[in-house]
């Protein structure tokens, strides 16, 4: 399996990016799949996950502003980012697991990672 994520970019406070993340795996509707993120000397967050029925989850830092979602028809998870803030700064990283049943455990439960795709919001 092989996640490419793209969407990434530079944003001003309170702009909107859109995040996709292909996935080479017709199969992939039956996984746990999500975003993380993680900055220089931090730790890798889980910012959003989402499960085989499409059952959602967030960090609280996002929730009300972030939308994960799925095209299983496409083979492509979104995550639609509103009101971004400098603090959303990172590298965002999309994830799959073939086996949790959690999609929100963090990223001891994922061992399928894309390459990453860079936000960058400015005050």
């Known amino acids: 399996v092989q996640l490419v994520e793209s969407g990434g970019g530079s944003v001003q406070f309170g702009g909107s990016l859109r995040l996709s993340c292909a996935v080479s795996?017709?199969?992939?509707?039956?996984?746990?799949m999500a975003w993380f993120r993680q900055g220089p000397g931090k730790q890798r967050e889980e910012v959003a996950g989402i499960d085989s029925d499409g059952r959602t989850a967030y960090a609280d830092s996002v929730r009300g502003r972030f939308t994960i979602s799925k095209d299983n028809a496409k083979n492509i998870l979104y995550l639609q980012m509103h009101s971004l803030k400098p603090e959303d700064t990172d590298l965002y990283y999309c994830?799959?697991?073939?086996?949790?049943?959690?999609?929100?455990?963090?990223?001891?439960?994922?061992?399928?990672w894309g390459q990453g795709t860079q936000v960058t919001v400015s005050s």
């Open positions: 994830a799959a697991s073939t086996y949790a049943t959690y999609c929100f455990g963090g990223a001891v439960d994922f061992a399928i």
């Open positions: 795996d017709n199969t992939y509707s039956s996984y746990c």
